[in-house]
């Protein structure tokens, strides 16, 4: 950018130079003819006219050469703003643009006509015939010159009016271009759309002092080419918006938008190139607008990004020395040598293009840095890698065995659901027999009350005695049959306590089993813990290689904290799986113990029974006695009072051994109610530990997810 400016300056030094010592016109003595002339100042330059009819004018004035004059003459009009048919002597020497109520020339353009010898005097007339539609006709600077020096100010004011203005264009038409592939390879980059239109506007606008002559309307031409400047300025604005983060609420956002969309429409509807002009000198603002923005954009670039933007900085500059050369030169009604507006705003589109590309340069250098130095990394990632690989490959084989043992244990526990179920079923047909003997015991009472009943009517009436000892026997008779069936029952219901026991037995010893692969499953789990902390190890060992590395191991740190993260994924469902076991390892003891309380009960229950079936062999003897006794009544009649003194005595023994007996059912029930209680107990820890293994299950299965994404990563 610095070269740029500085080939500038060197190119418009030596003209600004030879400008300064130009000759003055040696035509003299102008008058004016035309229709509707309301004012003429033609004594000095600028020679001004002003009509009220926009038909043209014919301005004539005297030419007198020098005595040594030899050569042609050249004629030199300085940035006109007019059609000119030029005539001297009478004869037609050329016409600076298309003249006649058609007309068409370049604005603000230096131009002339060269006046061959063979047609000049002494003394010459010179006459201009001068068009176009403002009512106001101006001759800012009129010079003769001979041919070497108009040829030679024909080619500096050919460069600085039209090929200077064309080279803008081509360039900004290039800008515009790759401005446009940039936009099209990052779409988010909104800001490259702006600068290519606001690049494409403005060259379309610069081409407006190229074109000699057209076809078309030269106020259409002219309303189209100027419109492309305000549209140049509404899209550099949303450029400085958007790359310098330039906070604009939606009111100001369309407040520039309808200003800008006001400037441009307000060309087209102008009818004169007077209006025009005007119009254009109102839209001025509209770029001063641009420019503030630009400058605060850069102003608040400074503070962030220091002289990253300096070239923008330096195209904002330019356009506002530019700019205001321009304006002054306006205001005071001076020629100027050049119109700088236009290389100005140039000057701010190129910096700020520069700028960008400035940024894209170093963004590619850093990315070549970074591939150099990734490539010399590139062994120690690798070793990195397939360290991490075979960490991975570890992890992996030991969640497989984690599969594999918690499958072991489901099928374990699914067999003791099997030996429980079948435990269930004998405590209840326990519980149901227990709840029978009961009966049986009720009924014995009510038998040996009945007994006590038929004493006392022996003890009242021995008259009735054979009577009553008939009785008597008939019930001995159905004591002796309860009593056989509550002994069988009671060696039932030991057979079914001793076969429980053993069910419990078995089942504590599958219990067993179940705690021992659960260690084994606890054990597996700490081997992961362990291998997630050695695989976090290495992660933070791979983030200090990467900060060792600096910028080109930023890549590498990412994997590295993925990795990190991924281990402490694993660390934690290794925790979850240590939680888990602990629980069920808990609830496992939790059914060990019950087991043994149920084991010591059944124990209980058998014990009891077998006191009550002695009991019951005692009251067994005793009925075979009173059955004996009974046998002999009708021989002992005599002794019919003491006979029943003894049955009294006999069946007080039989009360006090049935509520023995009530007692030991009540608690043989109280057992086999606990031993219920304990069974429904153990279903809902069964419950719970069949729960625990789905967790563990799943902790198993998200754990291998982790290692194969790991996996994936590495390859």
Not at 51 to 80: F, H, M, Q, R, V
Not at 132 to 152: A, F, M, P, W
Request: net charge negative; charged share 20%.
């Amino acid at each position: 950018m610095k070269r740029i400016i500085v080939v500038f300056i060197v190119c418009l030094l030596p003209a600004v130079l030879w400008a300064s010592q130009r000759k003055t016109a040696a035509i003299t003595d102008f008058s004016v003819q035309g229709n509707g002339i309301t004012k003429s100042s033609l004594s000095s330059f600028p020679l001004r006219v002003t009509c009220s009819e926009p038909d043209g004018i014919t301005l004539t004035g005297n030419l007198i050469l020098p005595p040594d004059w030899n050569g042609d003459a050249g004629i030199l009009l300085y940035k006109n703003l007019m059609s000119c048919k030029v005539y001297v002597n009478g004869e037609l020497i050329d016409t600076i643009g298309r003249s006649g109520p058609d007309f068409f020339f370049q604005p603000y353009i230096s131009g002339g006509v060269l006046v061959p010898l063979s047609i000049l005097k002494e003394k010459n007339t010179v006459r201009f015939e001068l068009w176009n539609d403002t009512g106001t006709y101006k001759i800012r600077q009129l010079d003769v010159v001979d041919s070497v020096t108009y040829k030679r100010d024909i080619l500096i004011y050919n460069f600085l009016d039209i090929q200077l203005p064309r080279f803008a264009s081509v360039l900004l038409f290039f800008v515009a271009v790759y401005s446009l592939f940039m936009f099209v390879n990052y779409k988010e980059k909104k800001e490259f759309l702006h600068l290519s239109l606001s690049s494409f506007f403005f060259a379309v606008y610069l081409l407006n002092v190229t074109i000699y002559s057209a076809d078309i309307n030269y106020l259409l031409l002219k309303a189209f080419l100027y419109s492309c400047f305000p549209a140049s300025i509404l899209f550099i604005i949303h450029f400085f918006r958007l790359y310098f983060v330039i906070p604009t609420s939606k009111k100001i956002k369309y407040g520039l938008n309808i200003l800008g969309l006001i400037f441009i429409a307000g060309y087209y509807f102008q009818r004169s190139t007077a209006a025009l002009d005007a119009w254009h000198s109102v839209m001025l603002v509209y770029p001063f607008i641009g420019l503030g923005y630009g400058i605060y954009g850069f102003l608040k670039s400074l503070k962030e990004n220091g002289s990253r933007n300096l070239s923008t900085g330096i195209g904002l500059l330019i356009a506002i020395l530019f700019s205001g050369y321009d304006m002054y030169n306006y205001m005071l009604d001076v020629t100027p040598i050049i119109l700088l507006q236009g290389p100005g705003f140039m000057g701010l589109i190129i910096g700020t293009f520069y700028s960008i590309s400035q940024e894209v340069a170093d963004t590619n250098r850093k990315c070549i840095v970074f591939a150099e130095e990734l490539e010399r990394d590139k062994d120690k990632q690798d070793a990195i890698f397939e360290h991490v690989r075979g960490a991975s490959e570890k992890a992996d084989s030991t969640g497989k065995i984690l599969d594999t043992s918690i499958s072991s244990v489901s099928t374990l526990v699914s067999q003791y659901l099997a030996s429980i179920a079948q435990v269930n079923s004998n405590i209840q047909i326990q519980h149901d027999q227990v709840t029978t003997n009961k009966e049986s015991v009720s009924h014995i009472f009510n038998a040996i009350d009945k007994m006590s009943e038929m004493v006392g009517q022996h003890e009242k009436f021995v008259d009735e005695t054979v009577s009553d000892v008939s009785c008597l026997t008939t019930g001995i008779h159905k004591t002796d049959t309860l009593i056989r069936k509550s002994s069988e029952t009671l060696k039932t219901l030991t057979q079914i306590c001793t076969a429980a026991d053993k069910d419990v037995a078995d089942s504590s010893r599958l219990i067993d089993d179940l705690a021992s692969y659960s260690k084994h499953i606890y054990d597996i789990a700490n081997s992961i813990s362990e291998l997630s902390q050695q695989t976090n190890v290495l992660s933070i060992n791979a983030a200090i290689e990467a900060a060792h590395s600096g910028e080109a191991g930023k890549g590498f740190s990412v994997v590295s904290g993925e990795i990190r993260s991924l281990a402490a994924q694993s660390g934690e469902s290794a925790n979850k799986i240590n939680a888990i076991l602990s629980t069920m390892i808990e609830k496992i003891n939790n059914i060990q113990n019950q087991e043994k309380l149920v084991s010591s009960r059944l124990q209980d229950v058998i014990t009891e029974n077998t006191k009550t079936e002695s009991e019951i062999e005692e009251i067994f003897n005793v009925l075979q006695s009173q059955l004996e006794q009974s046998n002999h009544i009708s021989s002992i009649i005599k002794n019919l009072m003491e006979t029943v003194h003894t049955i009294a005595a006999q069946t007080a023994e039989q009360k006090e051994s049935g509520e023995s007996l009530n007692h030991s059912l009540e608690l043989l029930s109280s057992i086999t109610d606990s031993v219920l209680t304990s069974s429904k107990e153990q279903n809902t820890s069964i419950e719970e530990l069949k729960n625990n293994l789905s967790k563990i299950r799943s902790a198993s299965e998200e754990n291998i997810c982790v290692i194969t994404e790991l996996k994936q990563m590495l390859e």
